[in-house]
């Protein structure tokens, strides 16, 4: 799992922060960011309108 902006790996048990857009979790491209900053930096490249991020923790197991 990396991060959609920045490429950076997230690792097991890492918080990581997730697009609340229904269509950024479907699908083969589920997006997942190291922070708060590369999801705000993934906004306007997606065109939300009214977007939100989810933290999360990674899971320890694959
Ligand atoms: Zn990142
Ligand atoms: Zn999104």
């Given amino acids: 799992m990396v991060c959609a902006t920045c490429r950076k ?4 048990g890492a918080t990581y922060v997730r697009c609340s857009v229904a269509s950024c ?3 083969r491209m ?3 960011f190291c ?5 705000e930096a ?7 309108r009214n977007a939100s ?7 320890t197991t694959a």
Avoid: Q, S, Y
Wanted: charged share 20%; hydrophobic share 35%; proline share 14%.
């Fill in 25 to 27: 979790n479907t699908g």
């Fill in 9 to 12: 790996p997230i690792a097991p």
């Fill in 53 to 59: 991020f989810v933290e999360e923790t990674a899971p």
């Fill in 35 to 39: 922070g708060r900053a590369c999801w």
């Fill in 30 to 32: 589920k997006l997942r």
């Fill in 42 to 48: 993934h906004v306007p490249t997606a065109r939300h």
